[in-house]
């Protein structure tokens, strides 16, 4: 799952980092645990929150993937006896629920995103990556984490956007609308899809606003040049190189 647009992470010390998955959906678990060990990464998993807190005192995972929902000990605990024993180890929740007051509630209570049950693995993997480089307990073999289409090019760092070696001037959302867009290049992604990651739990939800978002990047992006994005009809929309 690791490509050239996402350098393989590792710990300070060269080792693989490592990610502990807690979820009591065993079949989940092995997925997961499949996806993150193609990245290279060391994982170990739990079923329970008490389980949970055990392996990763032993364990002292680099990020943690937690289901909300467990029968014994729910995510939300797990994580705020994390945090009181002083681990501030990155956390990225799992949760069957999408009410804007539960997504809330996980970040405020320490969590630092989270995805929504049904999801695919790569995006965990990409925002386990993004924690992990955020909160600094891992880093890229490359100096630059760049994202690349063609000739347009985005470093996740810096923030800094070019196309065929000019410079391109976007807003924090642009820049969020368009990194979704190229870390999902040659997918098709709705509107649904990029409300629910752009504007994330903040955003009231109309759709209207992505096809503005989507027009200003046109703008700024493909003026004059071969056409990056496209409007899949009925779908959604995709960037990909000109062929």
């Keep these: 799952m690791t490509t050239p647009h996402s350098p393989a992470l590792t710990r300070a010390d060269g080792n693989p980092v490592r990610v502990l998955v807690v979820d009591d959906e065993q079949m989940l678990t092995d997925l997961l645990s499949m996806a993150l060990k193609m990245e290279g990464w060391e994982v170990r998993t739990a079923a329970s929150g008490f389980e949970a807190l055990a392996t990763a005192k032993e364990f002292k995972p680099d990020s943690l993937v937690l289901d909300i929902m467990m029968p014994d000990l729910d995510g939300m605990s797990v994580l705020q006896r994390l945090r009181q024993a002083g681990d501030d180890v990155p ?121 503005l978002y989507i027009s200003y990047l046109r703008k700024k992006i493909d003026a004059g040049r071969d056409p990056l994005i496209h409007t899949v009809r009925g779908v959604g929309y995709m960037i990909k190189a000109p062929q």
């Excluded at 970040?107 to 049950?117: N, P």
């Design 91 to 211: 956390v990225l929740f799992l949760t069957a629920k999408d009410a804007v007051a539960d997504r809330v509630a996980g970040l405020t209570a320490g969590g630092d995103d989270y995805v929504t049950k049904p999801f695919s693995l790569e995006e965990v993997v990409a925002r386990l990556r993004a924690l992990m480089r955020r909160s600094g307990t891992a880093h890229a073999a490359e100096d630059e984490p760049i994202l690349r289409v063609g000739d347009l090019s985005l470093n996740e760092d810096s923030h800094e956007v070019e196309r065929g070696g000019a410079e391109i001037e976007l807003t924090a959302t642009e820049f969020e609308l368009l990194r979704f867009l190229m870390r999902n290049e040659r997918k098709v992604v709705s509107k649904a899809q990029i409300l629910d990651r752009v504007w994330s739990y903040d955003f009231g939800g109309r759709s209207s606003v992505v096809e």
